[in-house]
């Protein structure tokens, strides 16, 4: 297995599409250029903010290639992967290690739902992908509201012992669950690192104990981002509080209800910022109305990043 090491700003980037919502393979080599060109400590494609799970099998996998191209290995390249059963799951984690993904964020399935959870099921799945694909795997604990799972504790210590397993992205927006995570972590036998997925409290998570953030809302106001990061790291707290303060209002619009919209408002705010040409969503995702794109407008602006 190929050693993969993460931290700092992970943006988790959109998927650009064409006006027929097909993926638009041009633009995203150069919104991939683009972005790549930060200080960052990987890039996530094929995720939930990518659409990844209304993309087509070999879409994940041509976007991967794509993707790894444009990069030339200067940065990890973390894809989604969305899958069903655990036979499924594994396909796709070979074909996309194939195409040049250094690691898989493996998204909850519907087999986890459901109370009690024993660990069985979801070490078994995770193992067997991990193994069968011989590649890194980042757990994903995300809200049950967006569809997904939080492991009860003595279940995600469970999953920290699996070889594979290299990180947890945490994703539950509850500020006293990510340290209850954090807490489960530090109890493991290993290091497994511990990456913010929550979007509305980005700096908190950094006090609190992230030692990095794979998050949508890092494809924009990237350098802010890693500015505001690379000041925790240095303790100057106060700095840091001023990049989050300035950004919190553009935050607050990108990820207002309903949650669904954030992909599209995303778009929209990169189309503002010229770097994608459109800001078409596969449906049933639908467009942001004018009046939300005036917000986000005025949202940019107040930021200062347009």
Same mark, same amino acid.
């Given at each position: 297995?190929?050693?993969?090491?993460?931290?700092?700003?992970?943006?988790?980037?959109? !998927?650009?599409?064409?006006?027929?919502?097909?993926?638009?393979? +041009?633009?995203?080599?150069?919104?991939?250029?683009?972005?790549?060109?930060?200080?960052?400590?990987?890039?996530?494609?094929?995720?939930?903010?990518?659409?990844?799970?209304?993309?087509?099998r070999e879409e994940r996998s041509k976007i991967?290639?794509?993707?790894?191209?444009?990069?030339?290995?200067?940065?990890?390249?973390?894809?989604?992967?969305?899958?069903?059963?655990?036979?499924?799951?594994?396909?796709?984690?070979?074909?996309?290690?194939?195409?040049?993904?250094?690691?898989?964020?493996?998204?909850?399935?519907?087999?986890f739902c459901g109370s009690p959870l024993p660990?069985?099921?979801?070490?078994?799945?995770?193992?067997?992908?991990?193994?069968?694909?011989?590649?890194?795997?980042?757990?994903?604990?995300?809200?049950?509201?967006?569809?997904?799972?939080?492991?009860?504790?003595?279940?995600?210590? +469970?999953?920290?012992?699996?070889?594979?397993?290299?990180?947890?992205?945490?994703?539950?927006?509850?500020?006293?669950?990510?340290?209850?995570?954090?807490?489960?972590?530090?109890?493991?036998?290993?290091?497994?690192?511990?990456?913010?997925?929550?979007?509305?409290?980005?700096?908190?998570?950094?006090?609190?104990?992230?030692?990095?953030?794979?998050?949508?809302?890092? !494809?924009?106001?990237?350098?802010?981002?890693?500015?505001?990061?690379?000041?925790?790291?240095?303790?100057?707290?106060?700095?840091?509080?001023?990049?989050? +303060?300035?950004?919190?209002?553009?935050?607050?619009?990108?990820?207002?209800?309903?949650?669904?919209?954030?992909?599209?408002?995303?778009?929209?705010?990169l189309v503002m910022l010229g770097v994608l040409?459109?800001?078409?969503?596969?449906?049933?995702?639908?467009?942001?109305?004018?009046?939300?794109?005036?917000?986000?407008?005025?949202?940019?602006?107040?930021?200062?990043?347009?």
């Amino acid at each position: 297995m190929k050693e993969v090491r993460l931290g700092g700003i992970i943006p988790a980037i959109v !998927t650009p599409m064409t006006s027929d919502f097909n993926v638009d393979e +041009e633009t995203l080599l150069d919104y991939v250029k683009w972005i790549a060109g930060r200080k960052l400590g990987g890039l996530a494609i094929n995720v939930d903010s990518s659409e990844g799970p209304h993309l087509y099998r070999e879409e994940r996998s041509k976007i991967v290639e794509l993707v790894a191209e444009a990069v030339g290995g200067k940065l990890p390249i973390i894809a989604g992967l969305a899958a069903r059963f655990t036979q499924e799951a594994v396909e796709q984690a070979v074909e996309l290690k194939e195409a040049g993904a250094d690691a898989l964020l493996v998204f909850p399935i519907p087999a986890f739902c459901g109370s009690p959870l024993p660990a069985e099921i979801p070490c078994r799945y995770h193992e067997t992908i991990g193994v069968k694909a011989n590649i890194a795997l980042i757990l994903f604990q995300l809200e049950q509201a967006l569809g997904g799972v939080e492991y009860p504790p003595e279940v995600l210590l +469970e999953l920290t012992k699996i070889k594979q397993v290299i990180a947890i992205k945490e994703s539950l927006e509850d500020s006293a669950k990510f340290v209850a995570t954090a807490r489960v972590l530090r109890s493991a036998a290993r290091k497994i690192t511990l990456l913010s997925g929550n979007d509305t409290f980005i700096l908190e998570a950094f006090l609190l104990g992230a030692e990095g953030a794979l998050i949508g809302f890092a !494809t924009l106001a990237t350098d802010l981002q890693v500015e505001m990061f690379e000041l925790v790291q240095k303790k100057k707290y106060d700095e840091a509080k001023e990049i989050a +303060e300035r950004l919190q209002p553009l935050v607050d619009v990108i990820f207002a209800p309903p949650a669904r919209n954030y992909r599209a408002r995303t778009k929209e705010a990169l189309v503002m910022l010229g770097v994608l040409k459109h800001a078409y969503v596969r449906p049933p995702l639908v467009p942001i109305s004018d009046a939300e794109r005036t917000q986000l407008r005025k949202a940019l602006k107040k930021a200062e990043v347009l």
